[in-house]
């Protein structure tokens, strides 16, 4: 596993992240046909894919791996949180490459998902919060390509009264 690779799921540290490695799917022990396979929706168009759950330590919303053709194209994980279980502070990445709405929950935040497509890379954060939701690595292309291609289809979700954002 590249050192990248697994800092980004061993502790949701994409500093050194420059692009999910052609290999990942052998990587992360992936095999076409697991039984533990689910479907989602990546792209625009939305087109049905399968993913994988991850084991993670570091992801209290869990650690997805997207596959298609027996290749991971975009590695998820949500809602990060340190050793202690606190949620980390928003990376510094310097100038994104495209800012998108961000669905969390019933809630839609405005600019919330920064794209560093030439990286590989979109990060989701709560600004007002200074809070970072999710990761999402994929092979290096344009903020075009992000939506067009590995982006998950965002999915409004409803949750009890009482759950704030965080």
Known sequence: MTDALS???DA???SGWTG???DAAETLGIVAGTASTFDGLL???PAVTSWVPLATRSFSDGLRAWVREGRV????GVMPVDGDGG???IPELGEPDAELDHVFGP???TGGERVYAARGLAVCVNPNSGVLLAVRGYAPTTPEDYRRRPRPV???ELRFAGRGAP
């Open 7 to 9: 800092r980004l799921l």
């Open 12 to 14: 949701a540290d994409v």
């Open 20 to 22: 999910l490695p052609a």
């Open 43 to 45: 792209g625009d168009p």
């Open 73 to 76: 194209v975009l590695v998820e």
């Open 87 to 89: 949620l980390l502070a």
């Open 107 to 109: 809630l839609t935040i």
């Open 154 to 156: 965002p999915v409004p």
